[in-house]
């Protein structure tokens, strides 16, 4: 158990050994809980067929929704962004879960991204505004160039977040009303 928890993003050796043993000591019923949370996880939740949001149905909430702009598309990195733009309220498009940004040294590669997924979706030629909402570093900063030439020959506005969230920052850790800034300051690249 320790072993598993030491490959969580930021669990060290010690954080691991205080989860597993707080598991250990935790109640029948909690335990029971928990271990209902994790199968559920896999079992239950899936990619939007659009999006690639987190979803529990075939087509997420979001995409489903006749509320939202279909023609409006903002380019996020992971789904965890979308919870955390949704909270501004500001933003009424769609989304587009990339899955990570370029990173070279770590493998990752445009062909690990969900890029040619996004191209079809502008193809359809009812997309008139893609945001790019990828974080400001700088990884973020060259997938965002790439996309950029990878959107030049569609007919269609590109725009990135205003920098209301600080350089190196991460949308994660960005307050709602800076992401409502930043969203609606958005600024036209092509
Ligand atoms: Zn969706």
Redesign the pocket.
């Known amino acids: 158990m320790i072993e598993e928890f030491s490959k969580f993003p930021g669990i060290g050796k010690k954080s691991a050994q205080r989860l597993a043993m707080y598991l250990f000591r935790s109640k029948d019923q909690d335990f029971q809980k928990f271990v209902d949370a994790v199968v559920a996880l896999k079992r239950d939740l899936h990619s939007?067929q659009?999006?690639y949001?987190i979803t529990e149905k075939a087509?997420?909430s979001?995409?489903g929704s006749e509320k939202r702009d279909k023609s409006v598309i903002c380019v996020v990195e992971e789904a965890s962004d979308i919870l955390h733009i949704e909270r501004a309220n500001e933003f009424r498009g769609v989304y587009h879960v990339l899955g990570g940004v370029l990173m070279p040294l770590k493998g990752i590669y445009k062909e690990e991204l969900r890029i040619q997924e996004l191209l079809e979706r502008v193809k359809t030629g009812n997309v008139l505004e893609v945001i790019l909402a990828l974080n400001p570093d700088t990884e973020g900063d060259t997938t965002s160039l790439m996309l950029m030439k990878e959107l030049e020959r569609f007919p269609l506005k590109v725009t990135r977040l205003a920098r209301g969230i600080p350089i190196g920052g991460d949308l994660e850790f960005s307050d709602d009303a800076t992401i409502g800034r930043a969203m609606a300051g958005r600024i036209t690249v092509k």
Do not use: L
């Open positions: 939007c659009i999006c949001n087509i997420c979001i995409c």
